[in-house]
């Protein structure tokens, strides 16, 4: 933060102000700089590797206190682990031990504009006994969290990171005015976090920063005016025969405080959100829309009525997604069962009300808004627009 203080230096016993001003700033010192970390993504690797991995390298993160916690965080590691041979050494003289020698690939990159700022290798070996979920297993669990090779690729992946900012300073004003007009504000924070002072374009960067905190209402402008008002000390004569003695009263000072709140600046109002039935005799509408970070899941629960027919097996489908940043999501990231298929067929008996669950999953961003959804429901379609997500 940067502080500034107005003291006038006045003679004790006199009265004096004190004022405060407090403002934020986007000075992030380069060992400040925090990583989420992605799910592990690869043909034939299961998601309870993956987990593994994803807990180990959390711990990794944790220890170096470089992991972090908050869903708007843009700086990403993308971890990609492979087996790449198994090889036999003996144990004692009689048993062979297959061992699994293999690699862990970590990517430093921005999950906003997919920049990749530095990536490492780093071996891995451990126990092949069985499958190749297994060994992958077992190499997770050798992992070691006080390893140096993973605290030398966070001190060079965050000095790269400032290196990229100080050399790309357009295109990264460009991509945070870009999150500003989209109203993704904590997004457009945390991307600005990495643009330090010594960067050419900090001012603008700055001044950018400011007008996103007065957006989210939490621009810091409070003042305290303090005013310590004292009175003149009181001296009263008591007279006692045959001494004349002089008693010192003091009386309480008088502190009177002045205290201003800040007006929050009202944040732009959201768009509606919209829904369009292509049939007359369909009715649907949206019971909730609930993110669930720690699962990297979006859940839409809905109701519909089918008012005119009984329909055996009707479809129900989520076809389309397109996020916030305009981007469609691929079909493994929609679901409308709990096993992650995208369709399912069931009864639709006339006029009773139907509840469905529809979600997004797997996404490689927090989605503030979704901008289009389109549901097959029966033989028809539902389009939704702008559906906030709540987290």
């Known amino acids: ?51 593994a991995l994803d807990l180990k390298l959390r711990q990794v993160f944790d220890r170096n206190g470089a992991g972090a916690a908050d869903l708007y965080n843009v700086f990403a590691i993308e ?22 020698q ?13 920049a990749e700022y530095y990536s490492t290798s780093i071996e891995l070996e451990g126990e092949s ?16 969290v006080t390893d140096p ?7 060079t992946a965050r000095k790269k990171i400032e290196e990229y900012y100080s050399t790309n300073c357009a295109f990264i004003l460009q991509k945070a005015k870009a999150l500003y007009n989209q109203q993704r504000y904590k997004e457009a924070i945390s991307y600005l976090s990495a643009a330090t002072a010594n960067i050419p374009c900090y001012d603008q960067a700055y001044a950018l920063q400011e007008q996103i905190l007065a957006k989210l209402g939490t621009k810091p402008d409070t003042v305290i005016v303090e005013k310590v008002v004292e009175k ?28 201003e709140k800040p007006v929050p600046a009202e944040a732009p109002a959201a768009p509606k959100c919209e829904i369009t039935i292509s049939m007359n005799d369909l009715e649907f509408r949206i019971l ?10 979006i859940t839409i629960k809905a109701e519909y009525v089918n008012q005119n027919v009984n329909i055996a097996n009707g479809d129900i489908s989520l076809d389309v997604v397109i996020d916030d940043n305009g981007k469609e999501l691929p079909r493994e990231n929609k679901a409308v069962i709990a096993n992650g298929s995208s369709y399912e067929w069931i009864s639709m008996p006339a006029r009773v009300n139907l509840k469905h669950d529809f979600y997004i999953v797997n996404y490689d961003h927090p989605i503030e808004t979704i901008s289009y959804m389109k549901l097959k429901v029966r033989n028809g379609y539902v389009e939704i627009r702008n559906l906030k997500v709540d987290w």
């Open 79 to 100: 971890p990609t682990i492979s087996v790449e041979k198994i090889i036999s050494t003996k144990d004692g003289v009689v048993l062979d031990v297959p061992i699994a």
């Open 129 to 144: 006994l069985g499958s190749k979920d297994k060994a992958m297993k077992s190499m997770i669990k050798g992992i070691k």
């Open 1 to 51: 933060c940067r502080f500034a203080s107005k003291i006038p230096l006045n003679p004790i016993g006199c009265g004096f102000e004190v004022v405060f001003f407090l403002s934020a700033t986007i000075a992030m010192a380069q060992t400040d700089i925090q990583f989420s970390i992605l799910k592990a993504e690869a043909d034939g690797v299961s998601a309870s590797v993956t987990n």
């Open 102 to 114: 293999g690699e862990l690939v970590l990517i430093a990159k921005n999950i906003i504009d997919g």
């Open 232 to 259: 003149p000390v009181v001296v009263e004569k008591v007279v006692e025969k045959p001494v004349v003695v002089e008693k010192v009263v003091e009386k309480p000072v008088v502190v009177e405080k002045i205290v």
């Open 149 to 155: 090779a993973y605290k030398q690729f966070i001190n």
């Open 288 to 297: 909730s829309c609930k993110g669930e970070p720690t699962q990297r899941r």
